[in-house]
């Protein structure tokens, strides 16, 4: 499909637009009937279409980022921005972007083109989502993201050779990564939508939760713990978080909601893994353990963050839905990342009240700091039904005399009860 794209538009001749913002091109968006099509879209913040620059947004190509324990240049630095840049092995450079202007609307005239300017769709239908839906005022994301597109991006201790087939927020370097793909079969990453819609969650996610922070304290302190619950449970939040917002991006498209986005990228396995509207995810005693006691390292090392994660996302999505309430809840989930507000924080604040010991960081406090940034009573109750049957919580621990839960909410029976 895309080959034949790209070969009907090359028999066109190419030129340098100079268009004025918005800008009307043609990218690759999901139909209906799960394929993906070329459509013109609307790009309202790009304000450079060859060096694909805009508020939202700037991609770099040809750029490596490689983390060695062993690199001598990591030695002695003092700075979290030092670390972070001492990674970066090759700046990059702006990309080139190739067009075929046709009736006052922009055809990619090559392959990397037409991911170029569906990346970048992406992130502001993304951007779009978090100011609208999530109210979160423009300003305080700063200046544009940076992503590096089809960078050499290498993790030493687990592979020497570059990461292929992959997209992701890298906090360490306060970027983006889509690296190239080799053996995906289906769509790309970067024209997934909810995909990079996940991404610029954890984006979100590190702005709101950790301030901005490349290296977290609830990770670097708590998970160099033996047993570390914190850091485990905050990684899967963050995971789960994603995945809702990710599906809450698809939700604002012309095809709807779709809870299983990462469908058209991924085998039938993961993709019903990470299924939001499958209502049966319980937290059971092996992952319970391994929350409470294993290091971050094991936990994250099988996957834990992404099990737990799904059942978080899982169990909001049955709240939302089940009232037909999903963007207030969206929206409540977002007020939930930072609230100074005296005797009802958010979760930044609870990671400083938690900071000396993580255990204060666990499934039911994190829950009330969910559940209290929620006002609608029915939204209310259902949320904690949903979060005190899937994950576990006594129901005493939220429902009672000064806990977060109305009285109505006694918790579901889709779980059956660990001892």
Excluded at 310 to 317: G, N, R
Aim: negative net charge; glycine residues 8%; hydrophobic residues 40%.
């Amino acid at each position: 499909m895309l080959r034949t794209v790209i070969a009907a538009t090359l028999v066109l001749a190419a030129c340098e637009p100079a268009p004025t913002t918005p800008v009307r091109a043609r990218a690759l968006v999901l139909s209906g009937n799960g394929s993906y099509v070329t459509q013109e879209v609307t790009l309202n913040t790009l304000t450079d279409v060859i060096r694909m620059e805009g508020s939202v947004a700037k991609l770099l190509g040809g750029a490596r980022i490689e983390l060695d324990p062993e690199d001598p240049e990591l030695q002695g630095l003092t700075t979290e921005e030092a670390f972070g840049n001492a990674l970066i092995k090759a700046d990059g450079r702006p990309v080139t972007a190739s067009w075929i202007a046709k009736d006052n609307v922009l055809w990619p005239a090559d392959f990397h083109t037409w991911n170029l300017v569906t990346t970048y769709y992406n992130f502001e239908k993304a951007r779009e989502y978090f100011n609208t839906v999530g109210n979160i005022p423009n300003a305080d994301f700063g200046g544009p993201a940076t992503v590096y597109y089809f960078a050499d991006f290498i993790l030493k201790e687990s592979n020497p050779d570059p990461i292929k087939d992959n997209a992701l927020w890298f906090p360490v370097t306060q970027s983006f990564v889509v690296a190239p793909f080799e053996e995906l079969q289906k769509a790309p990453l970067a024209i997934n939508s909810g995909v990079m819609s996940h991404e610029y969650a954890h984006m979100v996610f590190n702005l709101k939760v950790y301030g901005g922070r490349r290296l977290p304290d609830p990770i670097i302190l708590w998970g160099n713990f033996g047993a570390s619950p914190g850091a485990n449970l905050i990684k899967a939040l963050d995971e789960g978080l994603a995945d809702f917002h990710g599906y809450g991006v698809t939700c604002k498209s012309a095809t709807g909601c779709d809870p299983r986005f990462f469908r058209t990228s991924f085998d039938d396995k993961l993709s019903n893994d990470r299924d939001l509207a499958k209502a049966d995810r319980c937290l059971d005693a092996f992952l319970r353990d391994q929350l409470q006691n294993a290091p971050l390292a094991t936990f994250s090392g099988q996957g834990l963050e992404y099990k737990l994660g799904s059942i978080i996302a899982s169990a909001l999505y049955q709240a939302g839905e089940s009232t037909g309430q999903r963007e207030v809840l969206m929206r409540s989930i977002v007020s939930a990342y930072s609230d100074e507000t005296a005797n009802n924080p958010g979760l930044k604040q609870l990671i400083t009240i938690a900071l000396n010991d993580q255990l204060n960081f666990n499934r039911t406090s994190v829950s009330a700091v969910l559940i209290n940034h929620v006002t609608d009573v029915p939204l209310k109750t259902a949320l904690c039904n949903e979060l005190i049957d899937h994950l576990q919580i006594p129901v005493a621990d939220l429902v009672g005399p000064g806990r977060p839960c109305p009285p109505a909410a006694q918790g579901g029976n889709t779980c059956p009860r660990l001892p």
